[in-house]
C-alpha cells in the first residue's frame, strides 16, 4: 500500500474581515466572535460499543477534565455569550461530576443539549431533567427496532433507549428528541422513527453517518445507498419542518432543492469540538490531529483557540471550489462535508464521497486504483471487543464481551466498567 504523504501547509494569514452586508451562509463562512453551537465531549467512557462511533468511545481517559476545569470552560462560554453547548461522549451521563456541570451551565446562562443512550435517566431524574427549561435531550436511537438498533449499537441498547423515552414522557418533558444516524438498513424505516417520536412526545432528529472514528470500519457496510439518498432527500422534503437534521445533508443539495437549514460546513466557523481532554478540533467529526486547533489548557483558554487558531484562520478564508467549482450546484452542497471527505481519502477540495451526482464515488474509485491509505485518528478508546466477520447481507454483527467476564484484572481505574453498580430501573 502507498501512502501518499500530505505537504504541510504554510501558514495562513489572517483571515478576511466578514463583510457588513450579503446572505447569512455568506457572512458565516468567515468565521463568528465565537460558535453557534460547540460540541463538549465529557468523556470517552461509554457502556456501549456502536460500531460507527465518532470518538471511538469506550474507555475514560484518565486526562479528561476535572470538575473544576470543566466549570472553567462554562465561565469562558458564557463571557464569549455561547448561546449553548450540545454535549456528548462517550456517554456523558456516566461521569459522576455529568449532573454538576449541567446545573453548573444552566445556571450560567449555557443551555444544554446532550446526548445519551438512555442508560441512566430514571424516573426519578426524568423528573428533575422535566424541571430544567434551559436542557434539551436527545436520546440516540439508530432502529425502529431492536433487530436494526442492536446490530448496531449494541445488545440491549434498543430497551434502553425506548425505557428513556418512556421515562420522559411520564415525567412531562416535552419535544425531547430522538436521534437517528442514518444508515442503509434504517432508512427503509423512517416512517417507522416518525411514529415512534409522536408516540412519546418527541422530536425527530436524523444526522449524516460519517466514516470517522470507529465508523470508518463500518461505513463500507452502513452508509446509504445512492437510491436510498434519494429517498432520504424525499422523505425529508415531504416532512419540512418536522424533522431536524442538524444541517448534516447539506450534500443533498444538489437534487435541486436546498433543505432547511445553513446548508454549510460550518467547520471552525460556527462549530467546533472540545473533546474529554481540551483539545479542540474543527469539526465534530473530525477528531484527528489534521483538524486539532489547540487546547483549553493553553493559555488564553477556549476562547483564544476559537479566535486566534491558525487553522480556524484558514478554514475561514474563502472556498475556491477546488474540483467541484464547476458544477452548477457547487454553490448549494459546497463541495460536502470535510469529515466525509477526509476519512474516506479524498481531497477536501474535491466531492463528496456521497455525492449524489456520482461524482464521489468515481473519486473513490481513483483513490482505491492509486492505492493510497485512507487517514486514521490516533484517538481510540474503544473497549476489548471483537466484531464477527459480516456472513451475508444485512447489518454489521457486534459482538460484546461483557465486562464481568473478563478474568484479567483491570490495570487502572480507566478499564473498570463506567457503570459499575449501576442498574437502571
Known amino acids: 500500500m502507498t501512502l501518499v504523504a500530505q505537504p504541510a501547509a504554510p501558514p495562513a494569514p489572517e483571515a478576511p474581515a466578514r463583510p457588513a452586508t450579503g446572505r447569512l451562509v455568506d457572512l458565516f463562512e468567515y468565521g463568528l466572535d465565537a460558535p453557534i453551537c460547540l460540541t463538549w465531549e465529557l468523556t470517552y467512557a461509554c457502556n456501549l460499543s ?146 415512534l417520536a409522536d408516540r412519546y412526545g418527541a422530536q425527530l432528529r436524523l444526522t449524516r453517518l460519517r466514516p470517522s472514528g470507529r465508523g470508518a470500519d463500518s461505513w463500507d457496510d452502513l452508509h446509504p445507498l445512492p437510491e436510498q439518498q434519494r429517498e432520504l432527500f424525499d422523505w425529508l422534503v415531504a416532512h419540512d419542518g418536522e424533522v431536524l437534521t442538524g444541517d448534516s445533508f447539506f450534500h443533498l443539495s ?40 489547540g487546547n483549553v489548557r493553553m493559555p488564553g483558554g477556549f476562547s483564544s483557540v476559537w479566535r486566534e487558531s491558525e487553522l480556524f484562520q484558514r478554514l475561514r478564508r474563502p472556498q475556491s471550489g477546488g474540483a467541484c467549482a464547476s458544477c452548477g450546484f457547487f454553490d448549494s452542497c459546497k463541495g460536502g462535508c470535510m469529515a466525509a471527505k477526509f476519512f474516506t481519502g479524498l481531497p477536501l477540495e474535491g466531492p463528496d464521497p456521497e455525492c449524489v451526482r456520482g461524482l464521489g464515488e468515481a473519486a473513490l474509485e481513483e483513490r482505491r486504483a492509486r492505492d493510497v491509505a485512507v487517514p486514521r485518528a490516533a484517538v481510540d478508546h474503544s473497549h476489548r471487543t471483537t466484531r464477527a466477520p459480516r456472513s451475508g447481507p444485512g447489518p454489521v454483527r457486534l459482538t460484546l464481551s461483557r465486562r464481568e467476564d473478563i478474568v484479567r484484572p483491570p490495570v487502572n481505574a480507566c478499564e473498570e466498567d463506567p457503570l459499575a453498580g449501576f442498574r437502571p430501573e
Open 254 to 293: 444538489a437534487y435541486g432543492q436546498q433543505l432547511a437549514g445553513l446548508n454549510l460546513c460550518g467547520a471552525g466557523r460556527v462549530v467546533c469540538l472540545i473533546d474529554p481532554v481540551g483539545d479542540v478540533y474543527a469539526c465534530p467529526f473530525a477528531i484527528h490531529e489534521e483538524f486539532l486547533a
Open 50 to 195: 456502536c460500531v460507527h462511533c465518532l470518538s471511538s468511545s469506550g474507555r475514560r481517559d484518565p486526562r479528561e477534565l476535572t470538575t473544576e476545569e470543566a466549570k472553567a470552560v462554562v465561565d469562558e462560554l458564557e463571557r464569549m455569550q455561547v448561546f449553548y453547548v450540545n454535549i456528548g461522549g462517550g456517554e456523558p451521563t456516566v461521569r459522576s461530576d455529568f449532573w454538576e456541570i449541567v446545573d453548573y451551565a444552566t445556571s450560567h446562562h449555557v443551555g444544554v443539549k446532550f446526548s445519551t443512550n438512555g442508560v441512566k435517566i430514571t424516573p426519578e431524574r426524568a423528573r428533575e431533567l422535566a424541571r430544567n427549561d434551559y436542557l434539551d435531550i436527545q436520546i440516540s436511537l439508530d432502529g425502529a427496532t431492536a433487530e436494526v438498533n442492536d446490530h448496531v449499537r449494541g445488545p440491549g441498547s434498543y430497551d434502553t433507549a425506548i425505557r428513556a423515552m418512556q421515562n420522559l414522557r411520564d415525567a412531562g418533558m416535552k419535544n425531547f428528541k430522538l436521534s437517528v444516524v442514518c444508515t442503509r438498513y434504517n432508512i427503509p424505516q423512517l416512517d417507522e422513527f416518525k411514529s
